[in-house]
């Protein structure tokens, strides 16, 4: 097993968007990013901050052809290292070719299809070197297999529908199988708020995990003290 002491970081991505884009934040929360949203009140605030591994931007709406690509350019004045995926619904070609210009890394226009999209920045962050972990369609955990989209745990002719919240629970433990899943990152993608009584609400989910796992004595969640969780799954030695 893998040192108690590890610490996995989030891929920090920076959203500035033109128009509610809830469903993209929370999309990309479920997919393992940790997200800086902002208003065209304070973007340029959180740009110059750099805490940051990507920045999502949108243009600004305003009829000065000067200030709509400002973020971008803002950026780009002092990092010229930074991702930047423009995701606008400007689609015509002088508009893509000034974002280009400018320093952009990808163009994606709206509406978009949004698995595209998580494909596309993990792609660029591939390239930038930065670490991504991804939501599987399915896990094959000792002799379960977890089926993540129905949310159904099954082991041989025994299936177990999951709740929405047992079900995020275990698929970012197979995300990190046999390493440690930092309890912040459990209760920042699932909970959202880490007060107490979430706290306790988790530790009630992952009882409830080990009970539906039981059947497979290979299978374990095993308690990291004072750092989160880790999914062990032992090899079948009769298959060495």
């Known amino acids: 097993m893998k040192s108690n002491n590890i610490k996995l970081a989030l891929p920090r991505i920076l959203i500035y968007q033109d128009e509610d884009c809830k469903i993209l934040v929370d999309y990309l929360v479920y997919n393992g990013f940790q997200v800086i949203t902002s208003t065209e009140n304070d973007i340029l605030i959180k740009i110059r901050e750099k805490n940051y591994d990507l920045c999502i931007l949108s243009h600004y709406k305003t009829t000065d052809a000067s200030m709509r690509l400002k973020p971008l350019k803002f950026l780009r004045k002092s990092d010229d ?7 606008s619904d400007k689609a015509r070609y002088e508009y893509i070719i000034e974002a280009f210009d400018e320093g952009a890394d990808d163009y994606v226009i709206r509406p978009y299809n949004i698995e595209e999209l998580i494909r596309r920045i993990k792609a660029v962050l591939k390239r930038c070197g930065v670490r991504v972990r991804s939501i599987e369609p399915s896990y094959e955990i000792g002799d379960y297999l977890f089926n993540t989209v129905d949310k159904i745990l099954t082991i041989g ?3 177990t529908q999951l709740n929405n919240k047992q079900s995020q629970v275990l698929a970012l433990l197979c995300a990190y199988k046999n390493e ?3 309890k912040k990152i459990l209760m920042q993608q699932v909970w959202t708020d880490d007060n107490y009584f979430n706290k306790r609400s988790l530790d009630v989910h992952i009882c409830m995990l080990r009970n539906m796992l039981k059947m497979d004595n290979r299978v374990a969640i095993e ?3 004072g750092v989160g969780y880790s999914l062990v799954i ?6 060495m």
């Open 81 to 87: 290292k930074i991702p930047v995926i423009m995701v």
């Open 234 to 239: 032992e090899e079948d030695e009769s298959l």
């Open 157 to 159: 002719s025994v299936k």
């Open 180 to 182: 440690t899943l930092p």
């Open 223 to 225: 308690t990291i003290r």
